[in-house]
C-alpha cells in the first residue's frame, strides 16, 4: 500500500515506509533506475540502491545517522522492492 502525495512540481511521490522521523519514498518518474529508495529528514536527504543495498547519494545526514538508515533499509529490503516493483507493474497507482 502507498501513500501518495506530491512534491513541489506535482510529481507523485509514494511514500512506502514512515520509520521514526524517516520517510522512504520514491518519485514516480524513476521507473528506468534501479530499484532504490530515497529518504528524508527535515532539510536532509539520501538515496539507497535495494538490489545490494547501497549508499547513493547523501545530503545533509552524518555518518552515523546513514549508518542507521542503512540498517533500516537492509531490514526493510524486500518490503521496498515489493513496493518498488508494485509500484512500477501499476498495481500501486
Not at 546513514?66 to 538508515?69: A, D, Y
Given at each position: ?9 506535482g510529481?507523485?511521490v ?5 520509520i521514526?522521523?524517516y520517510?522512504?519514498?520514491f ?8 530499484a532504490?529508495?530515497h529518504?528524508d529528514?527535515d ?6 540502491w ?5 549508499l547513493?547519494r ?7 545517522e546513514?549508518?542507521?538508515?542503512f540498517?533500516?533499509?537492509n ?5 521496498l ?5 508494485g509500484y512500477?507493474s501499476k498495481k500501486?497507482?
Open positions: 500500500m502507498c501513500d501518495h502525495s506530491q512534491d513541489l512540481d510529481t507523485i509514494p511514500t512506502v515506509l514512515r521514526g522521523p520517510k522512504f519514498y518519485y514516480s518518474h524513476e521507473p528506468n533506475e534501479p532504490h529508495v529518504v529528514r532539510e536532509s536527504s539520501a538515496k539507497f535495494l538490489n545490494k543495498p547501497q547513493a547523501n545530503i545533509g545526514f552524518s555518518a552515523k546513514l549508518n542507521k538508515i540498517k533500516i533499509v531490514e526493510h529490503k524486500y518490503e522492492l515489493e513496493a518498488w516493483n512500477f500501486c497507482r
